[in-house]
């Protein structure tokens, strides 16, 4: 029994006589169980696969189809005789054959043995010449099916590639023009077959050629997708211009296929000017968005989840500051993630899913669900701990740490995470994130109240932007001193409150050109209301001040200010609860001080239930830029509001 899924789905018995499979379904059940790799495959995941909106029946019919199939594959066994091929197993069906009589199992299984063993190489021709068009051809449009696809064509790329490399570093090659031309042809985004066409045309003695073919990668690259050509091209345009490419014998230097995410692209810029703040942050955005649209319209799922992964730019904040370009990046990742399916690339898995935690973090993007980004995030993690990967675990746990805001009260949890970033950071050469981890650990000491080891970490992060040319590190840093003197501000013989608040407009003067509305809207009034609360005194009421996303749980003790307690007592009653990030506690401080005020005695439960967890912690401070004070100051106050113990 021979089964052959690379082009329309197939099976032949032992004399070479082909098997009628039936219809469209029969051929589609084979083809899952082909897929699953001798795995078995549930009942129910049968139905879900094969049908979008399952009939009535469907369990029924699906074992119609494998007893047709059954039959069709050994015929001419008895009738009380259990099936060989396709077996019933626990609550589904798997599919029993050698991995060597299906030609996709083959396939995969040579591909691998010539990663290993270069000898292996005319078995993988031979393996490559067995496709016969996509892989389930005739099968329908199905999820799975798609996956699949996408799946098995990145490998025989992958394959085509290996082949000629091999090759080309034996000294042969030179026949491979043709077929290197026409993959250039279909597939003009993969690098590194632009380097094997040039090779192979310079082996043939066809320099200006292979010089022409390195010139039209440039441009298909620059104005296609906004990228430029990676250092193996580049390297391999010099050598050819030198004349110190050998035309035969020990491969050069440029021979590997690259690393991962090693091509200086769009991305890679970006990711450079948005540690520099100001406008260059705001065309970092931009053109990171405008470099995965482009990647998409290639159809190459590689190129796109490499793109959408390289831009792992340290995420401080649980505010996005384009919720726009966040969402479509985040659909972009979820898009990716879906069509590389389980079988993908576990380390392109691991960035996808990072980029998701980290993009997710918005109050703002109302379309994520919550749940899915914090499991985003711990499949990150995982699958970064799997890999043993020390760049990529940091990026996931930057993730991790941005989802790690669902509830007041874990700030001890934060600061575990930040030291583990800058242990890794540290150990590994990993500067910007070394940075990041010295910022969590800033912002989770303010918020335990620990002055002393906020301010150390802020001299730490500063030392190390100034080797990374991180002007926005120092910005944030002087909003930590700042809040730092705000809160020494009620000690005996501390700072005025006057000078507090001269220390916030300063740093709200150094943040409005810093390109980061997310965190800069609300941000100063948000401070001065926060100093005056630490003093007794009532919330500002001037009129300029844009409180940004703070306005609902402000206005009611603006209102306040104002003689306007009615208003005030409607304004409370409308107000949400507050979104899980750096500033839910002091939100929720807010709401339980003017529930105090107004007598409010539900309102005040509400506040107290929800920051019992939190009362070690200063309110507003996890930002690491401003202070309320302490918690446990507005939890006494709400508990004996509501009559609570």
Known sequence: ????????????????????????????????????????????????????????????????FVAALRRALEPARPPRDPPRVIVTEGPGYALRLPRADVDVHRFQDTLARARRDRGAVTDLGEALAAWRGPAYADVPESPWAQRE??????LRLEGVELRARILLDA??????????????AEHPWREPAWGLLARALHRAGRRADALAALRRARTMLVDQLGLDPGADLQRLEMDILSGSVPLEGAPPAWTGSGARFGPRTTVDLARTLALAGGDALVHSRRDRLAAIQAAERTGDLSLTARIIGAYDVPAIWSRADDPEQSRAVVAAAERTLTALGAGGPADLS???????????????LSGTEPRRARQAALRAEALARDLADPALLVFALNGVFLQSFTRPGLAAVRDGIGAEILELATRYALP??????????????????????????????EQLAATTESPLVSVLTGWAQARITAARSTEPGGPAAATAAAHYRACEDALRPAGMPGLHRGLFPLALLGLRLLHDRPAPTAPH??????????????????DRGEQARTA?????????????EAMWCLMARAAVRLGEREIAARAAAALSEARAEDAGAASGMLTLGPVARYLAEARACAGVE
């Open 1 to 64: 029994m021979r089964i052959d899924a690379l082009g329309a789905v197939r099976a032949f018995r032992d004399d070479g006589s082909a098997v009628d499979l039936g219809g469209p379904r029969h051929r589609e059940v084979l083809a899952r169980l082909v897929a699953a790799e001798g795995r078995m495959v549930t009942t129910d995941t049968l139905v879900e696969d094969l049908w979008t909106d399952p009939p009535a029946r469907a369990v029924g019919a699906l074992r119609t």
């Open 149 to 154: 696809r996408a799946r098995l064509l990145e």
């Open 171 to 184: 000294g042969e090659g030179a026949d491979l023009v043709a077929e290197l031309g026409a993959h250039v």
């Open 350 to 364: 691991c960035r996808l899913l990072a980029t998701i935690a980290v993009e997710s973090r918005s109050a703002d």
């Open 432 to 461: 910007n994130f070394a940075v990041l981890g010295r910022l969590v650990r800033l912002q989770s000491a303010s918020a335990l109240g620990d002055l002393d080891a906020a301010a150390a970490h802020a001299a730490a992060a």
């Open 545 to 562: 001040l844009d409180w940004g996303p703070y306005r609902p749980w402000a206005r009611p003790l603006v209102l306040l200010a104002q």
């Open 572 to 584: 409370l009653a409308a107000v949400p609860e507050p979104p899980r990030d750096h500033m839910q």
